[in-house]
């Protein structure tokens, strides 16, 4: 199944970048329905690590009120997204990083988080427990595996 939905909250993300070239085949942590069933949590900014790109970060709306609150884990099943971009202006669209939560004690190396990256062409780049993923958001000043900062 194909999608030309892309969508921040405010705009609709350059058809050219991504549109017809990514392909949702259903085995995303995020369904299909992302762009208006997520809550948008920042604007366009850059980011520290996720290759250098540009991120826009959304969380599944289980997962809203724990991501801005920063009090406790994440409820299980809770997906946090960051679409990525190469620019500054964030519409040249590179891949989507999602965290997907996990029962306590599934993975407690990795946070009790599995990892993916969705190119835009819509492989699968990287899957399930991820060190290198781990590595970074292990470390303070951390919660949760959330690094960034609050919104």
């Known amino acids: 199944m194909r999608t030309a939905l892309f969508l921040s909250s405010a705009a609709l993300i350059c058809l050219s970048a991504c549109g017809d070239s990514f392909s949702y085949d259903g085995n995303s942590y995020f369904p299909e329905d992302w762009a208006s069933t997520y809550v948008k949590k920042t604007d366009c900014k850059e980011s ?41 202006g964030c519409s040249d669209f590179t891949a989507i990083t999602a965290m997907k939560k996990l029962e306590d004690g599934a993975s407690a190396t990795h946070g009790d988080y599995d990892w993916q990256r969705v190119e835009a062409d819509g492989s699968i780049a990287l899957e399930g427990a991820q060190s290198t993923c781990s590595g970074c958001h292990s470390s303070s000043p951390c919660s949760d595996f959330l690094c960034e900062p609050q919104p």
């Not at 991120?55 to 991501?67: E, G, L, Q």
């Open 48 to 88: 520290a690590t996720h290759s250098g790109d540009y991120v826009i970060v959304h969380t599944s709306p289980d997962a809203s009120d724990a991501y801005s609150d920063r009090a406790g884990a994440m409820p299980v099943g809770a997906v946090i997204l960051k679409e990525q971009f190469a620019d500054s």
